[in-house]
């Protein structure tokens, strides 16, 4: 066999932070073979990113390579001097950045950038080139991207763009000098699913068109079936195993790598969980409700909506960013008022401080004040509802149990919890002052998979117990596939699709709905021909346009 | 809707209009409720009662508040400020020759304080938690503890120990011939006129003056270049650059400090108000002559007329300050360029 184009060796980091060593990578070794697609998976904290960062060599100064070589194309990258080491950059391998806004800074335009990228890497390869060639080689590549009008991507500033674009723009940063191995740290997660689908085809049509070799780092195992060829398992800085994507994802040899599979919310197939309808009455009624925000005309946030929710259910509601979900739920909390239409909540009047609407939102990283304790988090809504010292304490006892942690959590603050551990203490809090209705701001978004199938778990156990009914605000049609028993999908502040769970993902009727359910990375081949099949007219007509 | 860029500043000057005339209506009543009778201290002692009524009658004092106030205003869009008590000369006539050396003095500390809080932000930023960087922040913080009058006197005092032939107060020279030029700015008339020792000495005079009543902006705004710096240095797009390889030095001068030249901008145009508080300490010490020192004059001569006239110029002066940073903050950040068209 030919040496590899990458190849990482024995690679061990540790990160020092306040005088104390921390080994976040254990003797890592793995190859990419040019021309490969190999997937790095793994949850926070795994030490995927740490080890694309070595291989780029933007690790931060408190890191420290103590063993291990980086090989590429047969020459050992660490030992380079560092001249030498930096023309490798956007030039042997680059990076697809994760997020498209923050990657690009806000007050220069997107052109600067690529110029800036483009000039400083020809000026290392000894090639001094005129700003006006440079912008026509620019141009190239941005139609290389699917941005035809690229005079006008170059003029915009980064706000200016949608994040597909932008997105496809930072491809575009990582493709200006025909790089051997292209590094992707979680592309498109920050998208939504229909652009997320966009790019990784995109992705995996500029790597067999160059012939590049691809580094995929994700955790979403959806992804790693559509574009890796073979899967390396990482957890906790080991490799836990690795092997060819099809045998990974269909049989896997270690206990971690199935339960990771496990947990993923399957889209079909008899791993699907039903839930029952609920024949109770209504418990909330939306007649006719429209938001405008702003002015003369103003932004229709919500157009004409009708929604009712029965008392026990779990009630989904789909849709991607700007179609007015989010809008939908504050005006249930009564945070904002809505600019026509009624909403009839239908349970007796709760006491004072009460309310019978609590939320649950998206990231209990910002939900949670870093400077309260857990105890000073839980304990204002009970004080609001006039308990006392004694009677706070008890509640708060008694809430630790039903989300499951333990006592001793009271004292701690949000930085010395997980992600999972916050969200548990973001629903105990919403569950302090016992409301009836739990609106949930895609609760476990940004949770492992591992960790969202607990917090579902204990999400489903608590419904049961405390008689509760749930909104679920989500875009992960996967996971609302498992876990409500009724569905509604908006599409610019309208309802184009609503009906029991299982008759709309067999059934559905919205070219939007179809659009939405075929976009999702699933794990199984049987699953993927199961989807809905969407026409590139409907495609156009639907989702948001993302090339220039 | 997208509102035109110019509906935008139209808006904004409308309401720096409404605040000029708010201030004027505010120092105008004060200035007349505070105890003391402007006629009586014009005219001195030896004055008899009848003497005083008749000024108060010709001062127009015995009208009503608000017909005094609509007269002041009326004559004061005609350009006409009153007359002054102190100097019996028109106050737009004294603002005239007061005003340049003021805007002068508080110009050149302005571009003084950038040019040197900004690098020494940028550096501290870049040598974080290093010698240079403790250095650069203790100097900051004594620029901002410490009372700017006393840099000044202390910075007299060594001057005048140590550079015997380094002017200590005034705004020029005696000795040179100089009848003064059409904008009243040494450095400008100077220039114009071809008089390179003039503007050597005007820069002479300035140097002391501008540093003390810089200090404190200084100590601010490298404080507050320091932590931008560092706080955009943590994000995506510097990573995102690193990873291509862009070099350091055009990663931070060129990419992040024109993002984190917000702040300190922002600080600038706040900072504005103590800046002109601390130039009439300033000037007094100096014997600058400007208008800062005609003010406080003014204030304890209680000069009715001049007072009122010189809050409104530092009112003006404020506002201008602050529109200028409004519209340069909106130069670089595009987004804030979107929301206000909105």
Redesign the interface.
Known sequence: MAEPLLNVDNLSVSFVTYGRSRQVLRNVSFSVAAGERVALIGETGSGKSVTAKAI???LPKNANISAGTIGFAGRDVLSMPRAER?????TAF??I???PL???????KIGT?LD??MR??DK?NGISTSKAERRTRIAAVLRRVQLADGERVMNA?P??LSGGMRQRV?IG?ALLHQPKLLIADEPGTALDVTTQDEILNLINQLVKEENMALLMITHNLGVVRKVADRVVVMHHGDIIETGPCAEILSNPSKDYTKALLEAVPPLYGPRVIDLPRSECAPIVTIKGLNKIY?K??GYHAIRDVDLTLREGEIFGLAGESGSGKTSVARIIMELSRPTSGTIDIDAPAPGRGRRLTQIVYQNPGTSLNPKRTVKQTLSLPLTSIGMDADAREARMRELLDLVRLPQSYLAKYPHELSGGQKQRVAIARALAAEPKILILDEPTAALDVSVQKTVIELLMQLRQDLGLTYLMISHDLSLMRNFCSRIAVMLRGEIVEEGVTPEVFADPKHPYTRALIAAIPVVTDVEERLKPIVTEEERMRFLVKTTA | MQQHPLVAILTRLGMFVLVMIALSIMIFVLARVVPGDPARMALGPAATQEQVEALRQQMGLDRPLPVQYLDYANKALHGDLGMSLVSQRPVTTDLAQTVPATVELVLVSVIFMFAVAIPLGVITAHYRNRSFDYIGRFLSLTGVTIPSFLFAITMQLVAARYLSDWPIIGRLDHGLAWQGGPTGFLLIDGTLAGRFDVVLNALKHLALPAFALSMAGIGQITRITRSSMLENQRKDHVLTLKSFGVPERIIIFRYLLKLSSIAPLTIMGLEFASLIGNAFVIEMIFAWGGFASYGLTSILQKDLNAVTAVVLVAGLFFIIANLIVDVVISIIDPRLRRKEAR
């Open positions: 780029i060599g933007t930096e023309a490798l950059k956007g680059s990076l950045m994760q997020d923050s990657s690009f800074n806000p007050v220069f950038h800036d990228v400083f890497a290392r500033y706000s200016e930072l940063l702003g003369r005309p």
